[in-house]
């Protein structure tokens, strides 16, 4: 086979060879790159759109995820594809409470997702550079889980969230997402408040959820690394 000589200007971490033995870090940077995107588009029709193409791309992601974490991946498509078809049936015909239900899907996906991919890390015991990756992979999507939980209880119960800024309104997803993303780190709630009883108990899973990855996962893989780095120096 002939040398192609323009691979010798893509580093080997970057091609998608490396990718494909790295799916959390791919899952990882989509995360936050959406993240990223929403205060830009979240306030206008057009970013509306994006937000749920977003959603079509990031699903998918998860999906491929479990399946690396092996899984049963037919029960993450069996999530996904309703999911998928929800948010695009919502986007070409406007029909903003189908996103509801494909909001209660997505949660369930990424859930299944974060529980596969903790599965994965704690299956043996030595810490890979995907397994590092898949740490915070996990976190993402235990954090958008409880977001689109809050978003569905938002819509069931109008009433579940409040904040200091023009309090009687509901919430937007920023504000839900910044909200889990506070709650699972375990660093207060913000400006954002659970105010009905299905609110409350879903922030307390969080809190519970993110106490607990933190100290039987996070821990694990940063013991790990340091007895593999000592073991390596002897």
Do not use: K
Request: contains cysteine; negative net charge.
């Amino acid at each position: 086979m002939a040398h192609d000589p323009m691979t010798d200007f893509i580093p080997e971490r970057f091609r998608w060879r490396s990718l494909r033995r790295h799916p959390s870090a791919l899952l990882l940077a989509a995360q936050l790159l959406s993240l990223l995107l929403y205060p830009m588009v979240e306030d206008t029709q057009d970013g509306r759109v994006l937000l749920g193409a977003v959603a079509l791309v990031v699903v998918p992601l998860a999906v491929w995820v479990v399946r690396r974490s092996m899984a049963a991946n037919w029960v993450a498509w069996l999530l996904a594809i309703p999911a998928i078809a929800l948010a695009g049936i919502a986007i070409a015909l406007n029909q903003p409470e189908l996103v509801v239900w494909s909001s209660l899907l997505e949660a369930t996906l990424y859930f299944y997702a974060a529980g596969s991919l903790i599965q994965y890390m704690l299956h043996d015991y030595h810490v890979s550079a995907d397994e590092l990756y898949a740490s915070g992979a996990t976190f993402t999507l235990l954090a958008w889980g409880f977001a689109y939980a809050f978003f569905v209880c938002q819509a069931w119960h109008p009433d579940s969230f409040t904040g200091v800024v023009e309090p009687e309104r509901l919430r937007s997803w920023i504000e839900l997402l910044f909200l889990s993303f506070s709650t699972l780190s375990s660093v207060g709630i913000g400006d954002v408040i659970p105010l009905g009883p299905q609110a409350r108990v879903l922030v307390m899973l969080e809190q519970l959820a993110g106490v607990g990855y933190i100290a039987l996962v996070v821990s694990r893989l940063i013991g790990l690394s340091v007895s593999r780095e000592r073991n390596d120096r002897r």
